[in-house]
């Protein structure tokens, strides 16, 4: 039984390892790899010839604050936050990256920004809610059964612990809220900087 577990945890741990290195790799096959969250579209001035001049050094672009990869057989650019260069260097349980599927139409380039999260991130956060409110309510109907309720005490020792059981789900739904935040910020810094760098490169090859 011991074995048993210490390999399920040994597995669970390869699982999250190899989700969090495909989300974060450049190589062109994991360009759409993540859960997709949120989407934004753009349009920006745009030659075709612009992005082999553009994308020097193994299709990537060094920005300021991160890296784009250039796939251009999947019509694709990835996006990617460097976390050293920001005042608060630590990453999140929930990084972003942001895969962008271009299309030229006349001299504009159609940019479809899609914002990825780890997959792992996802179904370990949903687990989590589960268990949070699965909890609470399996509480509140083993106690109802129990004939918790039909005591003053025992009601209120009741609503204490649906409290504490909400206190818990909103402590972790402002945790979850902060660090999106946190991270589009970064992310949106990363494209921004990309779509200067576009914009830039279209004066200068004008």
């Known amino acids: 039984m011991l074995l048993a577990g210490i390999f399920a945890i040994v597995l669970v741990l390869a699982l999250i390892i ?4 495909q989300f974060t790799t450049l190589k062109p096959w994991a360009c759409h790899y993540g859960c997709p969250l949120a989407r934004r579209q753009d349009s920006v001035s ?10 020097k050094t193994q299709s990537t672009l060094a920005l300021p604050h991160g890296v784009a990869r250039w796939v251009a057989e999947r019509q694709a650019i990835v996006i990617r936050p460097y976390y050293k260069m920001f005042s608060l260097r630590f990453r999140t349980a929930w990084p972003l990256k942001g895969t962008i599927e271009y299309r030229f139409q006349d001299d504009h380039l159609q940019l479809h920004l899609s914002k990825r999260i780890p997959w792992s991130s996802v179904i370990l956060t949903a687990i989590w809610l589960l268990f949070v409110i699965g909890g609470t309510l399996a509480f509140v109907g083993m106690y109802a059964m129990d004939g918790g309720f039909n005591t003053i005490g025992g009601i209120f020792w009741a609503v204490g612990m649906i409290a504490l059981g909400l206190l818990v789900l909103a402590g972790g739904v402002i945790l979850l809220a902060f660090a999106y935040r946190l991270e589009d910020s970064r992310l949106m810094q990363v494209y921004e900087e990309l779509t200067a760098a576009l914009m830039s490169e279209n004066r200068q090859g004008g």
């Open 46 to 55: 745009q030659p075709k010839d612009s992005f082999p001049r553009l994308f």
């Open 18 to 21: 190899g989700d969090w290195f």
